[in-house]
């Protein structure tokens, strides 16, 4: 079988007598698309923050594409390739779209604010936003300040901010949050047309979003894992239908 891009081994968490990550072991493969699902306070953003490096966890370890990682911090991994998206948000509203997703790839060069000036004529910055803007269908958009675009747009321009900093494995914390029906349906479409370009770790409470993107499917349950399977073997057992899935009319 293919080496997964990235390994959770054993990991774990407590915030005193509060365990929220329990022994977790998990992995993504390449090109894969793992959902991360759960109730509310399984854990499963504290679980993303271990990963993005955010969060230290108290035992266990994190590989990334072959190498050891726990100990790094948030940006040494985001070099890496490591790349969270949607919550910590950095869209600068006044900014053009493109202007946001320059900054971006000039972030990830290494780049500061203070060489935005000289960058903002940079050809090599300025096509690497227009291909991640083209990529997320946001070229006919790239010169509206980031700040008047619908909810949707901005989801698809923080994603567009991802993808020109080349990462190697995109961590979705709940894409699906605050859009509309047929916002998060855009988003969803969207999400598919990038599946398969590049592995995928999906935290999202959607089901429908959920069940439409993901190849494997981990359910936490009290910050353990209770099972994780393709989408049918997840949706069949009895464990996780009492526990979780049968709160969800949607399944
Ligand atoms: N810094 C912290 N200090 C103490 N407790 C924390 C801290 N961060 C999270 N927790 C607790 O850990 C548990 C897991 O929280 P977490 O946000 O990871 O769950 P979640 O599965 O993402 O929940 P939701 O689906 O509601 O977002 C919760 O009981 C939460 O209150």
Known sequence: MTEPILRLENLSKSYGAL?????????????EVHALIGPNGAGKTTLVGEIAGAVTPDAGRILFAGRDVTQLNVSARARLGLGRVFQISQVVGSFSARDNVRLAALAHRGGSWGLWRPASSDAALTAAADAALDRVGLSARAD?????????????LELAMALAQAPKVLLLDEPMAGTGRAEGARL?????????????????????????????????????VAITGTPEAVRADPQVRRAYLGEEDAV
């Open 19 to 31: 365990t929220v990550t329990s022994d977790v072991s998990l992995d993504l493969r390449p090109g």
């Open 144 to 156: 509206v300040a980031a700040g008047v675009l619908a909810h949707g747009e901005r989801r698809a």
């Open 188 to 224: 969803t479409e969207l999400l598919l047309s990038l599946k398969g370009t590049l592995p995928m770790l999906l935290v999202e409470h959607d089901m429908a979003t959920v069940f439409a993107l993901a190849d494997r499917i981990t359910v936490l349950i009290g910050g353990a």
